[in-house]
Antibody, heavy 117, light 112 residues
Framework: EVQLVQSGAEVKKPGESLKISCKGSGYSFTNYWLGWVRQMPGKGLEWMGIVYPGDSRTRYSPSFQGQVTISVDKSIRTAYLQWSSLKASDTAIYYC??????????WGQGTLVTIPS | QSALTQPASVSGSLGQSITISCTGTSSDVGGYNYVSWYQQYPGKAPKLIIYEVSNRPSGVSNRFSGSKSGNTASLTISGLRAEDEADYYCCSYIASNTLDVVFGGGTKLTVL
């Protein structure tokens, strides 16, 4: 069974750093792109970027380039989404998803990140 | 990359059919047969219901169907049920030198 399990909810202060994770199991981890999707409160879905665990290639949406870092450790089948300096506007639910030809069939449960202003 | 254009809301009565449109350009929807649709309930992760324009993943009801004409893709839900009330998002592969996927803005379906 394919599973993507994300790390738990976080409450951080503006300016702090954060790294959240997404662990894959039940499939060949290195053969599928993994993407990160943001959903701000009451808003729609936004692709942030994707990573290919086989060779760590990353691609970012222009809106998120330079704002976050996506990485992967294939030895532990885990992808990461990282911020170096959080802002209140980073408050959102972040999902990871396995992507193939633009379609995401498998999703993590989501990680709520809260940055009180 | 601009989001694909969906109506903010649609509604339909129990048992009826509705269609949600997703309009893009020749660089995304019109250029590739890689349009997907997602259903999302409040507080839940999205669920893939259509991929590659018109294919359903295993386990998805055949009441859901997808199509495409030119730069517009469509999701049709037939025989509306109360449990179909949710948010629906389209997504397309996009010709880009950055990220190659983009979502639509989402459509809230209300079942009357």
């Amino acid at each position: 069974e394919v599973q993507l399990v994300q790390s738990g909810a976080e409450v951080k202060k503006p300016g702090e750093s954060l790294k959240i994770s997404c662990k894959g199991s039940g499939y060949s981890f290195t053969n599928y792109w993994l993407g990160w999707v943001r959903q701000m409160p009451g808003k729609g879905l936004e692709w942030m970027g994707i990573v290919y665990p086989g060779d760590s290639r990353t691609r970012y949406s222009p809106s998120f380039q330079g704002q976050v870092t996506i990485s992967v450790d294939k030895s532990i089948r885990t992808a990461y989404l990282q911020w170096s300096s959080l802002k209140a506007s980073d408050t959102a639910i972040y999902y990871c998803a396995r992507v193939e030809y633009g379609a995401a069939e498998y999703w993590g449960q989501g990680t709520l990140v809260t940055i009180p202003s | 990359q601009s989001a694909l254009t969906q109506p903010a809301s649609v509604s339909g009565s129990l048992g009826q059919s509705i269609t949600i449109s997703c309009t893009g350009t020749s660089s995304d929807v019109g250029g590739y047969n890689y349009v997907s649709w997602y259903q999302q309930y409040p507080g839940k992760a999205p669920k893939l219901i259509i991929y590659e324009v018109s294919n359903r993943p295993s386990g998805v009801s055949n009441r859901f169907s997808g199509s495409k004409s030119g730069n517009t893709a469509s999701l049709t839900i037939s025989g509306l049920r109360a449990e179909d009330e949710a948010d629906y998002y389209c997504c397309s592969y996009i010709a880009s030198n950055t990220l190659d996927v983009v979502f639509g803005g989402g459509t809230k379906l209300t079942v009357l």
